[in-house]
C-alpha cells in the first residue's frame, strides 16, 4: 500500500520561497502520477499542480504558473514542489496525492487520486 507524507511547509513572508516533498514509501512511486493539492482557510480543495509518472509531462493552475514547479526523483520515491513569489493567498495546507493515470488540470479532481497524505501547512504572512 503506498504511503505518502508531505514536508517542508512553514512560515514565510511574502515574496519568499518555500520548497515542498512528497515521500513515497510501502511501494515504488514510479507508476503513479502525482498532485499536489491544497485546501486554504474556509475553501475547497483544489488541485495546483501534476506530473506525470515518467516526470515529462506536467501542468500547473494558471495561479501558480511560473511561480511553482514541479519535480520528480523516482530514484528517490520523491516529488517536490518549489513555490517562490508566495503570496498572502497561497496560505492553505497542502497535499499530495497519487493516482495511476495522469490528470489534465480541468479533470483533476480529488476523487480521482487514490492515495494521499496528511498534509504540511503553508502560511504566508508579514
Known amino acids: 500500500q503506498l504511503q505518502l507524507v508531505e514536508s517542508g511547509g512553514g512560515v514565510v513572508q511574502p515574496g519568499g520561497s518555500l520548497r515542498l516533498s512528497c515521500t513515497a514509501s510501502?511501494?515504488?512511486?514510479?507508476?503513479?502520477?502525482v498532485a499536489w493539492f491544497r485546501q486554504g482557510p474556509g475553501k475547497e480543495r483544489e488541485g495546483i499542480s501534476c506530473?506525470?509518472?515518467?516526470?515529462?509531462?506536467?501542468n500547473y493552475k494558471l495561479t501558480v504558473s511560473g511561480r511553482f514547479t514541479i519535480s520528480r526523483d523516482n530514484s528517490k520515491n520523491t516529488v517536490t514542489l518549489q513555490m517562490t513569489s508566495l503570496k498572502p493567498e497561497d496560505t492553505a495546507v497542502y497535499f499530495c496525492?497519487?493516482?495511476?493515470?495522469?490528470?489534465?488540470?480541468?479533470?483533476?479532481?480529488?476523487?480521482?487520486?487514490?492515495?494521499w497524505g496528511l498534509g504540511t501547512q503553508v502560511i504566508v504572512s508579514s
Open positions: 510501502g511501494s515504488a512511486l514510479d507508476i503513479y502520477a
Open positions: 506530473i506525470s509518472a515518467s516526470g515529462l509531462s506536467t
Open positions: 496525492a497519487a493516482s495511476p493515470h495522469f490528470y489534465a488540470l480541468r479533470d483533476m479532481e480529488p476523487a480521482e487520486f487514490d492515495f
